[in-house]
């Protein structure tokens, strides 16, 4: 399966400012997929990241605040934008196992405390 | 309704039990299904997935699935304290997007 380095690790932020958290891929995947994880809760999907084309985001989640970069097929950007303390969470990518069908590996995650 | 649902809150079984955990889904279209384990502060790490109904098994692990009823459970044989984390259900419906439940804690007591 892909090997997916995330980072920061972790970081804590300001309110008001932003954050951009990396994944790179060691495979060239199409789709990379951004979750986040609120404390004691599950992953939501926020974005998926298509190569060459916009992030197509879920209800709930909106261009302005969570900008999707994907330039090339091994590398994707989220970054939380004028961040809040509602924004606290461990945020995740994911990318689509081999061959379609072996479900999905995640990075190390990011977690965002903001004060 | 939620799309996936895992209702089972914390579950404590004993060394060498069987940990039973439960998880119903609302697309009837769906057609993969996931078991993720999440140790606390760490990203989940997939442990089986099934397509067909019937049953899966990979070594201590059997994912057992039924489409008619909506429904997938897991099973963790001769369950050892390692086994000891947060047990997530995902289902992969259109568009390749994987709905996740909320998770079932699983503690296995020495």
């Known amino acids: 399966s892909a090997v997916i380095s995330q980072k920061p690790s972790r970081d804590i932020c300001q309110r008001g400012t932003s954050l951009t958290i990396q994944c790179q891929v060691d495979s060239q995947v199409t789709m990379m997929f951004w979750y986040r994880q609120q404390p004691g809760q599950s992953l939501t999907l926020i974005a998926t990241a298509n190569q060459g084309s916009e992030a197509t985001y879920e209800s709930g989640f909106v261009i302005d605040k969570f900008p999707i970069s994907r330039p090339n097929l091994t590398f994707s950007t989220l970054t939380v934008s004028n961040m809040s303390p509602e924004d606290s969470s461990i945020y995740l990518c994911?990318?689509?196992?081999?061959?379609?069908?072996?479900?999905?590996?995640f990075g190390s995650g990011t977690r965002l405390t903001v004060v | 309704q939620k799309e996936v649902e895992q209702n089972s809150g914390p579950l404590s079984v004993p060394e060498g039990a069987i940990a039973s955990l439960n998880c119903t889904y609302s697309d009837r279209g769906s057609q993969s299904f996931f078991w993720y384990r999440q140790y606390s502060g760490k990203s989940p790490e997939l442990i089986m997935f099934?397509?067909?109904?019937g049953d899966k098994e990979d070594g201590r692990f059997t994912a057992q699935l039924n489409k008619a009823s909506q429904y997938v459970s897991l099973l963790i044989r001769d369950s050892q304290p390692s086994d000891s984390a947060t047990y997530l259900c995902?289902?992969?419906?259109?568009?390749?997007?994987?709905?996740f439940g909320k998770g079932n804690q699983v503690v296995v007591i020495p």
């Open positions: 099934i397509y067909s109904n």
């Open positions: 994911s990318v689509e196992g081999a061959g379609g069908r072996g479900g999905y590996t």
């Open positions: 995902a289902v992969q419906g259109g568009n390749n997007r994987l709905a």
